[in-house]
């Protein structure tokens, strides 16, 4: 069963039936205001920071679900009838006459119902001007398709929040009485007694024929925004007071003509004095339809930067549009805001940014190395990484503050945890992250850019690498295998002092990336040095973790194997297979036989499990895996981030028809006419899929936020249609299923075009024979800096050069 379908030319995905039966989402904003917004333009929205900085407000795991929202209502004036121009909130039962597309950071939805049409718009303009105050538009069309004149108001409908959110949800004592709302200069003005200059306001392009400043006056007693008193009184009653639940509401009244169409356009926004009239001057109809514009241009502009042109519609939809796009709004927003994070937290999760920012420095070079920036300021000087911290505390304007009378303890000034609270692998995914950014852009110099630690002292980002390479290396456990610590990249996987195979994979990977740096910038005595110790690990692991039939996940802290082919739960992990053959550490012939057993014991039609059978007993041991449900997140689920490294793995073993296997089971595309099972956005992916030992096996869950989106682009775009930038290459070497003929992509890298035509005669998975550049025989692909050129890659059996 299917509830929408993609409009590629519009690059947007229609939902024309609205009654799914889980809220699907799109983000808007692309600075610093951001909001989470469902197909029924439920959700919220904040400046800067979800958790300090909430607008909106959302009621998180509410009923009805995803209220309250950025709503306009619908009154025929004549007959009192209202609705709202999203089915929710008062769309009534039947969803006929609804719809919603999410476009680009944009949302509309629009319904005809009662012989009008309408539409709403919800979108964030980019910031042109510095000084322009970040607002969110709410651009509304109502069109009479009746034959007789029509008396309509149109209304706006915003409840805002606290601007900490867990002031907001606790201690009402004091925030009742501390939020309150003013009408001013045709806005209702939300303002805050304890925070001086802050100010919401919620305006509209003309002056208002009514409004509300309170919910209580708008909703009313024993209401809900289904049934809300102030449309169903004659007129809105200009109610503001200090104190209590302030919301906006502004009305509108418009007088239609047969087939005559009006625009409205709600300004929801922070600022000082004067902010609600420079939205109406910057924002009239013609600034409205520029800043769409400007957004559909700030899109084009990244997506151009990769295209593909396979013979699979989905993989091109997604690697084109939806992956990028997803992939983008996690470096963007980091992790924290969405229906089910629902803002509680600020700042960057290590192992997440790094990872998010290693995947896609091509489309948000900038946005990457200030993450890249910050992840090494929260470096310290031992080497691990910060697990979750905010860049405020090193930023000149330091703590976040969230002023109340309220007494509350303060914590150790320093925030520096220890190495009891260090994950075995934050600090390692910064590597590859540092190298992968080097080699899209070719700034070399950056790498000897000072950065302070998080404790004292600063380095270079170079000795910065060597800090998080020397931190694992001593890490060491009782097998010479990287210790666990707090947990590695599984965050329910608490080994301690017991060994994460996992961590020793990375550790190796992550010398890898090193060490092609180091070789190009002929650093070649830590070249040779860590060389020396990648080498030294690659033997511990193979003489300590090959299990006969696969590389073992890791010991616990009293020595016991995980992941043995002899155990009964937990027998097989993901992890661990993926990452001995990624890491190289695989001979060809144990490659053969782990690949055969990840099909074997971990594939779904859904998607790879991150572990099999799952665990039932709980054993502390290993950790909170085991007190996961079975088949639920990391314990037997179908977790999807860790998929692409299995993508990688088989593309590593030249196995192109096994990696597009993997690649088609997550594919959300894919899943469009089962959403009955998936139950989720069919254009993003989502953190994990209900596994097989789970009774909604294939029901996916917490959409959007999640590393799988870097992931699947990365081991998709590098490894499966095989373009990597190198430091003075671009190296082409695709592992694609053997029915192709081939494909073509452009990549733009380094101020040049290169488009890419890959010509499989041969029908081989993998293997390149001849290689043009411009026409003509080449050794490489160079750095050309500038024009566009045109690159011909034929692939076949003789074994040729990898080029
Ligand atoms: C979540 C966390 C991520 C972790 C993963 C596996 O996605 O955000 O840091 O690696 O779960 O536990």
């Known amino acids: 069963m299917k509830y929408g379908t993609f409009d590629d030319r519009k690059r947007e995905y229609v939902i024309d039936r609205v009654d799914c039966p889980q809220s699907l989402t799109n983000y808007l904003g692309t600075q610093r205001m951001g909001a989470v917004i469902s197909h029924n333009a439920g959700g919220y929205c904040w400046l800067d920071t979800p958790e300090y900085g909430r607008i909106t407000r959302f009621r998180p795991n509410g009923l009805p679900t995803d209220g309250p929202g950025h709503w306009v209502y619908l009154k025929d004036e004549e007959t009192g009838e209202y609705w709202s121009v999203s089915w929710q909130p008062a769309g009534g039962e039947d969803p006929t006459g609804y719809r919603c597309r999410h476009g680009l950071s944009y949302s509309v939805f629009e319904c005809a119902r009662n012989g009008l049409e309408a539409s709403q718009t919800l979108l964030i303009p980019r910031e042109a001007d510095p000084g322009t105050d970040p607002v969110e538009i709410l651009d ?77 006056a708008f909703i009313g007693p024993y209401r809900t925004e289904r049934n809300p008193l102030g449309l169903e009184r004659k007129a809105l009653t200009g109610t503001v007071e200090k104190g209590g639940n302030p919301v906006g509401a502004l009305k509108r009244c418009l007088a239609l003509a047969p087939g005559e169409e009006k625009r409205v356009l709600f300004y929801l926004g922070r600022g000082g004095e004067g902010a609600a009239a420079r939205a109406r001057a910057v924002y009239d109809a013609e600034g409205c339809d520029r800043a769409l514009e400007e957004l559909r241009r700030f899109w084009e502009d990244k997506l151009g930067r990769f295209r593909a042109d396979t013979p699979h519609e989905n993989m091109n939809r997604s690697l084109n549009l939806w992956n990028l796009y997803q992939a983008e709004i996690n470096v963007l927003f980091s992790r924290f805001s969405s229906f089910i994070e629902v803002g509680g937290r600020t700042g960057l999760g290590y192992r997440d940014t790094a990872q998010d920012a290693m995947c896609i420095p091509h489309a948000e070079p900038d946005m990457c190395l200030k ?27 330091g703590d976040r503050d969230s002023a109340s009378p309220t007494v509350v303890p303060g914590m150790d000034a320093s925030r520096i945890h220890g190495i009891r609270d260090a994950c075995a692998d ?35 980002v170079w000795e910065h690498m ?22 590695d990249w599984n965050d329910c996987l608490n080994l301690g002092g017991g060994e994460s195979a996992m961590v020793a994979f990375l550790l190796i990977w992550a010398t890898e990336h090193f060490l092609d740096a180091a070789r190009n910038l002929g650093r070649t005595a830590d070249a040779e040095a860590y060389g020396a110790r990648m080498e030294g690990m690659k033997e511990a692991c193979r003489r300590e973790l090959w299990d006969g039939e696969w590389y073992l996940r890791g010991f616990t802290a009293d020595g ?68 996961v449900y079975p088949g639920v997140k990391e314990n037997g689920a179908i977790f999807s981030h860790p998929n692409p490294w299995a993508w990688v793995a088989a593309c590593m073993a030249g196995q ?30 989502c953190q994990f899929i209900m596994g097989r030992d789970h009774s909604a096996f294939g029901r996916a869950r917490h959409p959007f936020m999640t590393g799988s989106a870097g992931w699947a ?49 041969e029908h081989v998975q993998k293997g390149v024979v001849a290689l043009k550049v411009d026409g003509r025989a080449a050794e490489f692909i160079p750095v050309f800096r500038e024009g566009v050129h045109d690159v011909e890659l034929q692939m076949g059996k003789r074994k040729g050069r990898n080029v």
């Open 713 to 761: 682009y990365y081991a998709a775009t590098r490894y499966m249609l095989g373009v990597r930038p190198e430091f003075h290459s671009l190296t082409v070497d695709p592992c694609i299923p053997a029915a192709w003929d081939g494909f073509e992509c452009v990549r733009v890298w380094r101020g040049a075009e290169y488009r890419i035509s890959v010509r499989n005669p």
């Open 371 to 397: 993450r890249l920036e910050q992840l090494l300021h929260g470096q310290v000087s031992a080497g691990y990484g910060l697990h979750l911290f905010d860049p405020a505390w090193f930023e000149e304007a």
């Open 426 to 460: 934050d600090a390692l995914w910064l590597i590859p992250a540092i190298v992968e950014y080097v080699r899209e852009t070719g700034n070399t110099a950056w790498l000897e850019t000072k950065i302070p630690y998080a404790d004292a002292g600063e380095d270079s």
């Open 560 to 627: 016991r194997p995980i992941g043995s082919h002899t155990a009964e739960e937990g027998k097989m992990h993901l992890e661990s297979a993926a990452w001995s053959v990624v890491s190289g550490t695989a001979t060809p012939e144990q490659t053969e036989r782990i690949l055969a057993a990840v099909d074997a014991w971990l594939y779904t039609p859904y998607g790879l499990l991150l572990n099999a059978p799952s665990f039932t007993k709980r054993d502390d041991g290993v950790g909170f895996i085991t007190r």
């Open 466 to 487: 060597k800090r998080a390479l020397d931190f694992s290396y001593a890490q060491v456990g009782s097998h010479g295998i990287t210790k666990g610590l707090r947990a």
């Open 656 to 685: 192109g028809d096994l990696a597009m296997k993997y690649y088609d089971a997550l594919l959300p595309e894919n899943q469009n006419d089962r959403m009955e099972i998936r139950q989720a956005e069919p254009y993003s992916y």
């Open 140 to 216: 509304v069309r109502v069109r009479n398709v009746s034959d007789r004149e029509r008396r309509i108001g149109v209304v706006g409908y915003v409840e805002f929040s606290f601007h900490h959110i867990s002031f907001d949800n606790e201690n009402f004592q004091m925030s009742l009485y501390c939020a309150g709302s003013d009408y001013r200069d045709g806005a209702v003005i939300c303002d805050l007694r304890y925070e001086e200059g802050e100010e919401e306001f919620f305006a509209s392009d003309g002056m208002p024929d009514g409004f509300e400043g309170t919910r209580d």
